[in-house]
C-alpha cells in the first residue's frame, strides 16, 4: 500500500482559454509534488481523452476521462448557485476517478493543478499513519511569477489544495457506477465542507504543524478570477484606507528565497 497519493483533476480542454500555459502551470505543480523528502508516494492527473499533459516524472501516472465539458464552467455567471453545483460535480467525478484508480493509499490530498505543496508533507504523515488526516491552516499565497509570498493564517478557507485525508474517510464505492452524487460533490468536489463533515462523523482533522502548500494567484487561467497578490492586499481601496491593516500585510510578506524555491517548486523554480 502507498503512504500517500496525490490527485491532480483537470479541467476539460474546452474550458480552458489557454491550454499551452495550463500545461505549463501543471508541469510546474507536478515538479513541486517531486519534489517529496520521503519517496512513499504517487500521484495520479485525472484528464479527459486528448488532453496534451506535461511529460511525468516517475510516480506519476494519468487516469484518462471522457467527461463532458463543463457548460456552467463561469462562476461569475448569472446563476453562481448553478456554476458552483456544476462545478462541485465536473471536479467531483474527476477527483472520484483518480482516487478509484489509486485505492490501494493510506492518504489522499487533492491538489489543483496550479498549486504547490511542501516538500515535507509526505515526510510528516509518515510519522503519523494512524491520524484522520489535516487541515492546512498556514501557508502562502503567491502571484505568478512574482518573487514575493504572503503568509495567509487561514488558509483552507481560501485554497482548494489544503486537506490530507485518510482514504477510508472518503467512503469511495466499489465503482463509478456506485458513487452517490451528492456525496461525491461535497467530499471531492469542493474542500469547503469536508473538515465540518469529518468532524461531525466523529473523525475531525488536525491542523497541519507548518506551512504547507502555495495558492497561486493572479493568472488568466485561474477558475476563481483570483486577482494577484498586489492588488488584493496592497493596492485595493479597502487596504489603502486602512493603514493599519496595510502595515499587518507587509509584515506578512516574504521573499522567494532558494530555501522557499527548494521546498516548494522543486527543480523547475521561477526566478
Not at 503519523?128 to 483552507?156: M, V
Request: proline fraction near 5%.
Amino acid at each position: 500500500m502507498t503512504l500517500m497519493t496525490f490527485i491532480i483533476p483537470v479541467r476539460h480542454q474546452e474550458n480552458s482559454n489557454d491550454w499551452p500555459s495550463l500545461k505549463n502551470r501543471l508541469s510546474q505543480t507536478i515538479a513541486s509534488i517531486a519534489g517529496q523528502s520521503n519517496s512513499d508516494w504517487r500521484a495520479v492527473i485525472v484528464a479527459n481523452e486528448g488532453a496534451d499533459l506535461p511529460d511525468l516524472p516517475p510516480q506519476f501516472s494519468v487516469e484518462r476521462v471522457t467527461f463532458p465539458p463543463n457548460q456552467l464552467y463561469d462562476l461569475n455567471g448569472p446563476d453562481r448557485e448553478k456554476a458552483y453545483d456544476a462545478f462541485r460535480l465536473d471536479k467531483g467525478r474527476r477527483v472520484m476517478s483518480g482516487m478509484l484508480s489509486a485505492r490501494d493509499t493510506r492518504f489522499f490530498m487533492i491538489v489543483d493543478d496550479d498549486d504547490f505543496v511542501s516538500a515535507n508533507i509526505v515526510a510528516f504523515v509518515a510519522k503519523h499513519p494512524d491520524a484522520n488526516g489535516w487541515k492546512i491552516e498556514k501557508g502562502y499565497i503567491w502571484s505568478d511569477g512574482g518573487r514575493l509570498l504572503l503568509h495567509q493564517n487561514d488558509f483552507a478557507n481560501f485554497c482548494g489544495t489544503s486537506l490530507i485525508v485518510r482514504s477510508d474517510l472518503y467512503r469511495l464505492p466499489a465503482k463509478f457506477e456506485d458513487a452517490d452524487i451528492d456525496h461525491m460533490k461535497s467530499m471531492m468536489g469542493s474542500h469547503v465542507r469536508v473538515g465540518k463533515a469529518l468532524a461531525e462523523a466523529g473523525n475531525p482533522l488536525a491542523i497541519l504543524p507548518f506551512r504547507g502548500a502555495i495558492y497561486r494567484v493572479g493568472h488568466s487561467g485561474a477558475h476563481s478570477k483570483s486577482p494577484s497578490l498586489l492588488r488584493t492586499h496592497f493596492l485595493s481601496a479597502f487596504v489603502l484606507c486602512r493603514p493599519h491593516r496595510l502595515l499587518r500585510n507587509l509584515s506578512r510578506v516574504r521573499l522567494l528565497d532558494n530555501g522557499l524555491q527548494k521546498q516548494f517548486f522543486g527543480t523547475r523554480a521561477n526566478g
